[in-house]
Nanobody, 124 residues
C-alpha cells in the first residue's frame, strides 16, 4: 500500500514563497495537482521516478520547481512568486506503475495513489 503525506501549506502574501513536501512510502514517479473551490483538479508539476525528468503546467512554469530530496522518497514543490490564483488545496500523487509519460500534460487518472491534500492560501 502506497502512503503519501503532504506538508508545508499555509497562508502567504502575494509574491511570497512556500515549499510543499510529500513523503512517500516508496520511490515512485510523482505529481502535484491542485484544486480550488468550485473548480476541477488541475495538474501543477510532475517528476519522473529517478528525478531526471520534470514537467510543469504553463501557469506555474518559471515560478514552481519540483524536485526530489536527499531523502529519496520525498518530493518537494518549491513555489515562488505566488499569486492569489495559486490558492487551492494541493495534492501529491504517485504513479506506482511508472507509466506516466512526461511529454504531455499528465492527467489525474494516471496517478493511482493520492495524499490527503494541504491548503495553500495566497492573499493579495
Amino acid at each position: 500500500q502506497v502512503q503519501l503525506v503532504e506538508s508545508g501549506g499555509g497562508l502567504v502574501q502575494a509574491g511570497g514563497s512556500l515549499r510543499l513536501s510529500c513523503a512517500a512510502s516508496g520511490r515512485y514517479a510523482m505529481g502535484w495537482f491542485r484544486q480550488a473551490p468550485g473548480k476541477e483538479r488541475e495538474f501543477v508539476a510532475a517528476i519522473s521516478r529517478r528525478g531526471s525528468m520534470t514537467y510543469y503546467a504553463e501557469s506555474v512554469k518559471g515560478r514552481f520547481t519540483i524536485s526530489r530530496g536527499n531523502a529519496k522518497n520525498t518530493v518537494y514543490l518549491q513555489m515562488n512568486s505566488l499569486k492569489p490564483e495559486d490558492t487551492a488545496v494541493y495534492y501529491c500523487a504517485a504513479d506506482s506503475s511508472d507509466t506516466v509519460e512526461l511529454t504531455t500534460t499528465p492527467r489525474a487518472y494516471q496517478y493511482d495513489y493520492w495524499g490527503q491534500g494541504t491548503q495553500v492560501t495566497v492573499s493579495s
